[in-house]
């Protein structure tokens, strides 16, 4: 294993267990999402936080919002609009803007 696979590997256990801190409240769909969005936010995004220091409200409202808005994207008609401002405002909590 390459040492970037190892430091990945490391991340996603870490994920595994910030998301377990509620796991008991969690349904599995949504523990799964926050694995995922705390792994991608940190590793693949390179945030500089810890994934234990993420909000667990925002990386629940941001991993439903994304999976309501990819799911009425699929149907025809108007989406909400009230999805993108909530969407955007959650991730900009998370993914700060250094510049």
């Known amino acids: 294993m390459t040492r970037e696979w190892g430091i990945f590997l490391d991340l996603s256990i870490a994920s595994v267990a910030a ?18 969005m705390r792994t991608v936010i940190v590793g693949l ?11 667990a409200d925002d990386i629940r409202i941001v991993a439903s919002h994304i999976t309501s808005l990819w799911s009425l994207s699929k149907k ?13 405002y959650r991730l900009r909590r998370l993914i700060p803007d250094d510049s």
């Open 76 to 88: 025809p008609g108007p989406i909400s609009p009230t999805y993108l401002p909530e969407l955007n």
């Open 19 to 36: 998301a377990l801190q509620n796991a008991e409240t969690l349904s599995f769909d949504v523990f799964v999402q926050d694995v995922t």
């Open 45 to 55: 995004l390179g945030v500089d936080l810890s994934v234990e220091d993420l909000d």
